[in-house]
């Protein structure tokens, strides 16, 4: 059986969902670095400080990604503004999206529990 096609209502829906998670992410990971600044002061131990390099490390790459995710939402915002764009390819190419969007979260939620250890 086939899917019906998304409408723009679907897609506006999934955007302001997912930029809702990307905000969560961003928020979050400034979360993590405001931690791990304390953290620091507090332990100077050898095996922590080169967790939290690799942390700090993956909170930069985590910055940059979530700048690329809110350029395509953007992106997807002014395509749908062309009518006579598929919508079911961008639903497609949302889907990739949202695995990115999935695997920074579960990231995030490591770190801050590795984090919590120190």
């Not at 992410?25 to 690799?54: C, D, Y």
């Not at 992106?75 to 949202?98: C, I, P, R, V, W």
Request: hydrophobic residues 40%; aromatic residues 8%.
């Amino acid at each position: 059986m086939n899917n019906p096609s998304p409408t723009r209502n679907d897609l506006n829906a999934k955007i302001l969902k997912f930029s809702n998670e990307i905000e969560f992410i961003r928020t979050e990971s400034e979360a993590i670095k405001n931690e791990l600044i304390v953290a620091l002061k507090q332990n100077n131990e050898t095996k922590f400080i080169g967790w939290a390099e690799q942390t700090q490390e993956m909170l930069l790459h985590t910055e940059q990604v979530v700048d690329v995710l809110r350029h395509d939402f953007t992106n997807f915002l002014n395509a749908m503004e062309n009518d006579s764009f598929d919508y079911q390819q961008l639903d497609k190419h949302f889907g990739l999206l949202t695995a990115d969007i999935v695997k920074l979260s579960t990231l995030l939620v490591l770190q801050k529990i590795t984090l919590a250890k120190f």
